[in-house]
């Protein structure tokens, strides 16, 4: 494999372990560790872990070792001001370029996971990406790559945000499940005001739920 492949190869095994939680917040952990975990050298590990770093999921500390990134309150609203800021704005502004088919196929894979029960966390870790599937894709049709590009840096710390929390939400998840749902339907039934509405109120309550569940687990 070509040494940017390597690098490439790190970076995803090392990153899935910290949003599938296998490498917790806080923890420490050294770059030799990491190299003998993965069976590669120095160099990729040591590119994987700078680009690690400058997405925030990790801190690089001299001579005292890797300390995966802590989910803090002060980074869940910042991250959740801003999507209720912007999420309905955008919508309001370009649902119009929406696909139905897809918002169709949306509402479907939603439904599945609300019919199931005690969801591992596997499924979770899936419905995860599923949510953050629908919101990328309630602001894309807007065009713009920026607000892509914002969208795209919010959907790692979303996830380890729900890996960390996502033992002691069950009832948010189905609850969460039902909100997509009801923006869905609304966009279905061309009620826009109504969307952008439920989605402001979901986007709030999943924050309010978020803050809740880690300071309950702190």
């Known amino acids: 494999m070509p040494k940017t492949g390597l690098s490439s190869f790190a970076y ?3 990153k899935s372990m910290i949003l599938e939680n296998k490498l917790k917040p806080g923890q420490f952990i050294s770059e030799a560790q990491l190299q003998d975990m993965l069976g590669l050298g120095r160099t990729p590990v040591r590119e994987a872990l700078l680009r690690l770093s400058a997405g925030e999921l990790i801190t690089i500390h ?4 890797i300390e995966i990134s802590k989910i803090s309150p002060k980074s869940i609203r910042d991250i959740f001001e801003i999507r209720s800021l912007f999420e309905p704005i955008i919508l309001q502004t370009s649902y119009q370029k929406l696909n139905r088919e897809q918002l169709l196929q ?3 894979r939603f439904q599945q996971y609300q019919d199931m029960e005690n969801l591992n966390l ?3 870790l899936e419905l995860a990406a599923l949510d ?3 919101h990328l894709a309630i602001v894309s049709p807007l065009g713009n790559r920026y607000v892509n590009q ?3 840096t919010f959907v790692d710390k979303l996830t380890m945000i729900r890996s960390t929390v996502s033992a002691h939400m069950e009832k948010r998840f189905s609850t969460s499940n039902l909100e997509h749902i009801a923006i869905i339907d609304a966009l ?6 109504t969307a952008c509405t439920k989605l402001k109120q979901h986007i709030d309550m999943s924050y309010q739920e978020a803050i809740k569940t880690l300071m309950d687990i702190d």
């Open 12 to 14: 995803e095994e090392i």
């Open 132 to 134: 953050n599937e629908f």
């Open 150 to 152: 914002l969208m795209n």
């Open 62 to 65: 001299p001579r005292k070792g």
């Open 188 to 193: 279905l039934s061309g009620d826009i005001d």
């Open 106 to 108: 949306f509402r479907q």
């Open 122 to 124: 596997h499924q979770s």
